[in-house]
Every structure is written in C-alpha cells, then in structure tokens.
C-alpha cells in the first residue's frame, strides 16, 4: 500500500519512495532558482538605477548636483542590493549544480546556513526598501514642521529614478521572502519522518 510516497513494509515500517522525494525535491529547486535569478536581476537593476542617477540643477548661478550618496537611506539600499544579488547569484549556481547532479538536500547544516543567508537577506532588503521609502516621501512632500523643503519639486527627474530603483527593490525583496519560506520548508522537511536515507547524493 502506497500513500503520497510512503510505503508500509510487513512489519509496518514506513519505507519513503526516493523517487517521489527527488520529483518534489525537483520542483523546489526550479522554484528557488527562479526566485533566485528574479532576486539577482532586479537587485542589480535597483542598485544600477540608484547609483547611477544624478541631476544637476543651477540655483541663483550656483550648480547643485543631487545623487544618492546624499541620503544614506539610499546608500544602504544600493548596497543592500547589491549584497543581495550577489548572494542570489552564487546561491543560483549552487541550485544549477545540485541539479545538475540529481542530488537532493539532506545536509542539515548547509540547509540551516541556507535558511540563516535567506532570512538575513529578507530583513536586510526590506528594512533598506522602507528606510529609502520613508526618505522618499520626505523629499516628495517635505516636512513643514521641520522646515525641510520640497526636494523632488526642483530635482525631478532624480527622483523619479530613485522611485524606479525603490520599485525594483520592493519586488526583489518580496521575492526574497518568498525565497526565505521555500528555504524553510527545505530545511524543516529533513526534521519529518522522511530521512531519506537511502538516497544517494547529499547536498
């Protein structure tokens, strides 16, 4: 008698089917690497688009150059991304090797450093998004209590490509806590009842 993969031996001993927990397994590992290229790419996109944007705007004869590294908020989300993508990017490779080889993850302590990078990666990227959110408004509303002007009124299109760079970081780091539950899931399964023993190909 079989029932989602597990088998039940005469002497009612569950015996798991490696060929059901490699197709599973399979399918995570598409999943997680297609995450893991979307994360890459607009991580790249968010830090390219930030740190590449200037303006300069002459005020009473004087020439005034905005860039990103005048707000530190933006500052730690360049460097949040960048973080990020290259962290993608080497993760990435590690899920084209494991799959290339047919290996499933049974190593408890390279799942656990996986789950620890993608939780880390997840709270860093969205704290970077809402800080260099938070900035954002500032510059767009100002702050008439403060006495801090309208930024975005006289460099605008500064800060319609910061807006472009804020937007990529928020869906990469969505991605990547969508990233951190399929890590979760790949790390808690190996405290089930599958061990999984059998299955040669530890990754």
Same mark, same amino acid.
């Given at each position: 008698?079989?029932?989602?993969?597990?088998?039940?031996?005469?002497?009612?001993?569950?015996?798991?089917?490696?060929?059901?927990?490699?197709?599973?397994?399979?399918? =995570?590992?598409? #999943?997680?690497?297609?995450?893991?290229?979307?994360?890459?790419? *607009?991580?790249? *996109?968010?830090? +390219? *688009?930030?740190?590449?944007?200037? /303006?300069?705007?002459?005020?009473?004869?004087?020439?005034?150059?905005?860039?990103?590294?005048?707000?530190?908020?933006? =500052? %730690?989300?360049? +460097?949040?991304?960048? *973080?990020?993508? #290259?962290?993608?990017?080497? $993760?990435?490779?590690?899920?084209?090797?494991?799959? +290339?080889?047919?290996?499933?993850?049974?190593?408890?302590?390279?799942?656990?450093?996986?789950?620890?990078?993608? $939780?880390?990666?997840?709270?860093?990227?969205?704290?970077?998004?809402?800080? #260099?959110? $938070?900035?954002?408004?500032?510059?767009?509303?100002?702050?008439?209590?403060? /006495?801090?002007?309208?930024?975005?009124?006289?460099?605008?299109? %500064?800060?319609? $490509? +910061?807006?472009?760079?804020?937007?990529?970081?928020?869906? #990469?780091?969505?991605?990547?806590?969508?990233?951190?539950?399929?890590?979760?899931?790949?790390?808690?399964?190996?405290?089930?009842?599958?061990?999984?023993?059998?299955?040669?190909?530890?990754?």
């Amino acid at each position: 008698m079989s029932y989602l993969g597990v088998g039940v031996s005469p002497g009612n001993v569950p015996v798991y089917h490696g060929s059901n927990l490699k197709a599973v397994d399979r399918r =995570v590992r598409i #999943a997680e690497l297609v995450l893991r290229c979307l994360i890459c790419g *607009l991580g790249v *996109l968010a830090a +390219v *688009l930030i740190g590449s944007d200037t /303006q300069i705007k002459e005020i009473f004869s004087i020439k005034k150059k905005a860039k990103f590294t005048d707000m530190k908020a933006l =500052v %730690f989300l360049v +460097v949040a991304n960048g *973080l990020a993508a #290259a962290y993608s990017l080497v $993760q990435g490779l590690r899920c084209v090797v494991s799959m +290339v080889r047919g290996s499933v993850l049974f190593n408890k302590p390279l799942a656990w450093a996986i789950f620890s990078g993608d $939780q880390l990666m997840a709270y860093l990227m969205l704290a970077a998004v809402a800080a #260099a959110a $938070q900035s954002s408004v500032f510059a767009m509303f100002g702050e008439p209590e403060l /006495q801090w002007m309208k930024i975005c009124s006289m460099y605008g299109k %500064f800060c319609n $490509q +910061v807006g472009e760079g804020i937007a990529s970081a928020l869906f #990469a780091s969505l991605s990547m806590v969508a990233l951190s539950g399929i890590s979760a899931f790949s790390l808690f399964r190996l405290y089930g009842g599958n061990k999984g023993g059998k299955i040669s190909g530890r990754w």
